[in-house]
């Protein structure tokens, strides 16, 4: 009772200072009594959870319950724990950051002196990921192609005979993400400790804060109160959504009133609009809700519930689909256990429904299948048969047939390798519904609240800047008289970006602007400068305004703003040493007359585009404005195989991305002595690397540069194949602008029978066509409606595929009769 307490104690004080809570996580959200405190948000009666998966009588350890909060406030939470139950007795917890088998590899190799090239070969032939790794012992028996690269190689031979020595130990210590421990006294009375700065942990200034020495498992061998504290940026991205719903439109939303089955979240859900929707964002979590018909909330929790490693590598996720789509048969081991497998189509899906199986089949409490759910999901084989032969016994006993109980007793024991928690499930899809809900109905706001939070991280932001103009929203350039620190709604359909983006530019320096600009907007840079604290705006901070686009509105372009900066500040300054002096009023005070606050600004020629995007990237990490790929956006749908955001992954094909080389990082290989390079790749979904090796960049040096569009042709390498990124080694490159002009792209006009042109529209056609001679080919495709389909090609007739003639021509015969496409 003590534990919920506490618990209940600080989710409350969150609450009440607006801190947003999770609705639940883990198996706590099973429990009537959580709910019933408001611990959780998840009615585990009407979700048909297990109280006994979170607690029960044959449990030996103490039960824990994990919270979520906003990313942003977690440490107000902390700080309040601090305060509430003492700062001597509430401590965060040391982890041990152990050395694995490729760390070990790598270190000892740089040790030894081997090529870091020839480290990193042997180092990704030992399999290492979230749901599988082998140790040095075990990857010498186990994988013939890491054996056979050591042996016969004493240098590698003697790495991985020293790496094997040191695998396994500490290699650092470090503050586990979310632990708090609570002691009844002076926590150094019951366990050793340590002290660490702490940022961003709500600690006091100055102050550090008490770290336990032991780690998780020893705390609570000792009986030490345990709980974790974690922070959730989809917290954080709800709860900025509904404030700006509530300020823009009256309207007070109770996200946790929802009632799950709105078709237009299903609809959104199933068209693969799934960006910044919580826990579906990958590809695959995509695909597979497109491809189930996703059409109501238990499709998301069994979505969450196989989308991990265990149900992908058996396949379960596409069985679960073909049943729900009826292309597969419904069926049951045994006829009792129809009402406990219905929801899941007769797939095992969740551990509850493993506890279920062995009350219904084997007699067992729930507490007893709580003890065979846990032994199941253990590594310990002596301990699974021990505990599945136990229930085939007992099935046996209660008369179901032998075969049948030896077959249940192996699907619990594959089972076990990958049941996941249905109470978990459920709390993480009641997220997953929310912010579907928000993006179908308040797209604008949702979408400023999701770019808010990855400010941090330029794919991120590109990639939902890119979501957002998919939607329908303009995402605008930072204005100081329009944005504030976060992004911001200023219409149904348009957001500002917000000014706290901006490199150089602090939240002092931002309050400043926003508190001048509330009595009126500003009008021009010679009055901005004078009603702003030019103690916090200096020059670098209005350099960087300029560069970013903030101060658009004040000229014609953003050349002269820049140029006319230094007019601007030095009379800004002396106005505000008068004023300060007693001598004049920024306003006039009816003794000493205000000097004029619109300067002229200085004629000078705009910057280029290439100019204006590249110093607009360097303030803000990505272009806003516009985009370097934008004039060759149909060469990139045409000739692109792949995005930036697809890059990563391994393919035995080649394949070709249009993008913009960013940064050429030039290097000489340490074992030829040539030179190779690493480029950074831009498009519209976001940046990733490449590289260019000695014999294609010799070829390729004078092609390859900074700043240039170009699409590329390359492949990946054998010994990458799963890498999670697999690096993109580049082969040939050719300039953008070469493709159009080389005929690569031709001219498609295209009707129907039907629908086919008059003789005199065809005649007027054919003018424009003459008028517009150029390299591309013309194409002529015919369709009578019923599948016949002919495509002709002209002989004679070459036409310019850009400029203005598409356009004339889809004015002239229709948007869809006009199409460019690929040559040959």
């Known amino acids: 009772a003590g534990y919920f307490l506490i618990v209940q104690d600080f989710i409350a004080a969150a609450r009440e200072r607006g801190i947003p809570v999770g609705p639940g996580r883990g198996s706590a959200a099973g429990s009537l009594v959580a709910y019933g405190l408001g611990i959780t948000n998840v009615d585990p009666l009407r979700f048909d959870l297990l109280f006994e998966r979170f607690l029960n009588p044959e449990r030996i350890s103490m039960p824990d319950i994990d919270v979520d909060f906003c990313f942003e406030r977690r440490g107000e939470v902390i700080e309040y724990v601090r305060q509430r139950y003492g700062r001597s007795s509430v401590g965060q917890i040391i982890t041990f950051g152990t050395m694995k088998a490729r760390a070990a590899v790598k270190d000892v190799a740089r040790l030894l002196r081997i090529p870091p090239a020839d480290a990193d070969k042997l180092t990704k032939l030992i399999p290492s990921g979230p749901g599988f790794a082998l140790s040095l012992p075990e990857a010498m028996k186990k994988v ?8 016969g190689n004493a240098a590698y031979e003697r790495c991985v005979r020293l790496a094997s020595r040191i695998e396994g130990i500490s290699r650092h210590a470090s503050v586990h993400a979310a632990g708090v421990v609570i002691a009844p006294g002076p926590l150094s009375d019951y366990v050793p400790v340590c002290t660490a700065p702490t940022r961003g942990a709500g600690q006091a200034d100055g102050e550090d804060a008490i770290i336990t020495q032991f780690e998780m498992g020893p705390l609570e061998k000792v009986g030490m109160l345990k709980m974790d504290l974690l922070g959730l940026k989809t917290l954080t991205v709800i709860h900025d ?4 719903i509530r300020q823009r439109h009256g309207i007070v939303l109770d996200m946790d009133a929802q009632d799950l089955e709105d078709p237009e979240v299903y609809r959104l859900l199933r068209a693969g609009r799934t960006a910044g929707v919580f826990q579906f964002e990958s590809p695959l979590a995509t695909e597979t809700l497109r491809n189930m018909r996703c059409d109501r909330f238990d499709d998301l929790v069994a979505s969450n519930a196989l989308l991990r490693p265990g149900p992908l590598d058996a396949g379960m996720h596409l069985v679960f689909i073909r049943r729900k789509l009826g292309q597969e048969k419904v069926s049951y081991p045994h ?30 409490s729930l507490a007893e299948a709580d003890v065979l759910r846990k032994a199941v999901g253990k590594k310990d084989q002596e301990l699974i048969d021990q505990e599945v032969g136990r229930f085939i016994a007992r099935a046996v006993d209660k008369g179901i047939a032998p075969a049948l109980a030896e077959e249940l007793g192996g699907q619990i024991k594959t089972f076990g390798r990958y049941g996941f928690n249905k109470s978990h499930s459920v709390a993480y899809s009641l997220l997953s519904y929310q912010t579907a809900w928000l993006k179908t109905h308040y797209p604008a706001e949702f979408m400023a609240a999701l770019l808010s939070s990855e400010i941090g991280s330029t794919d991120k932001v590109v990639q939902y800047i890119a979501e957002a103009r998919e939607l329908g929203l303009e995402v605008l350039p930072p204005d100081v008289n329009e944005s504030g620190f976060k992004f911001t709604v200023i219409s149904e359909h348009r957001i500002r970006f917000g000014l706290g983006a901006i490199r150089n530019v602090g939240r002092g320096a931002i309050e400043s602007m926003i508190q001048a600009r509330e009595a009126e907007p500003f009008s021009s840079l010679a009055e901005f400068t004078q009603r702003v604290d030019l103690r916090l705006c200096n020059k670098r901070v209005l350099e960087s305004l300029v560069a970013a686009g903030a101060l658009d509105g004040f000229g014609p372009h953003r050349a002269q703003l820049a140029a006319g900066l230094d007019e601007a500040l030095r009379e800004a300054q002396f106005l505000q040493q008068e004023r300060e002096a007693g001598q004049g009023s920024l306003f006039g005070d009816g003794s000493t007359p205000a000097r004029p606050a619109h300067a002229t600004l200085p004629e000078l020629p705009p910057w280029s585009e290439q100019e204006r995007l590249t110093r607009e990237k360097e303030v803000l990490g990505f272009f806003i404005s516009g985009h370097p790929l ?28 249009a993008t913009v080389i960013t940064q050429v990082k030039r290097q000489i290989s340490k074992k030829s002595g040539k030179e190779y390079a690493r480029l950074v790749l831009e498009d519209f979904q976001g940046t990733a690397e490449a590289i260019v090796f000695p014999d294609a960049w010799a070829k390729l040096n004078q092609t390859i540069r900074a700043d240039l569009p170009v699409l590329l042709t390359g492949g990946y390498s ?87 003639l598409p356009a004339a021509l889809r004015q002239l015969l229709g948007p869809d009769a006009v199409t460019l496409v690929r040559a040959g």
């Open 630 to 657: 934008e004039r060759f956006r149909t060469e990139a749908e045409l000739f692109g195989t792949r995005t930036t955001a697809t890059l990563g992954e391994w393919s035995e094909h080649q394949v070709t991305i």
């Open 335 to 364: 006829p009792l256990l129809e009402e406990v497998l219905r929801p899941t189509f007769g797939v095992i899906t969740y551990q509850e429904q493993v506890m279920r199986i062995a009350n219904v089949l084997a007699g067992y």
């Open 144 to 151: 013939a192609e890491f054996r056979d690269a050591v042996e």
């Open 241 to 244: 959504a509904v404030g700006m």
């Open 718 to 804: 054998a010994r990458d194949r799963g890498e999670e990124r697999a690096p993109f080694v580049i082969e040939r490159a050719r300039p953008l602008e070469e493709l159009m002009a080389s005929g690569a792209v031709a001219l498609t006009l295209t009707w129907k029978l039907s629908e086919a042109p008059t003789p005199e529209l065809l005649r007027q056609a054919a003018t424009l066509l003459t008028a517009h001679p150029g390299p591309a080919p013309l194409y002529i495709e015919w369709s009578d409606g019923n599948g016949e389909r002919l495509r002709a090609r002209a002989r004679t007739v070459r036409v310019a595929p850009s400029g203005d």
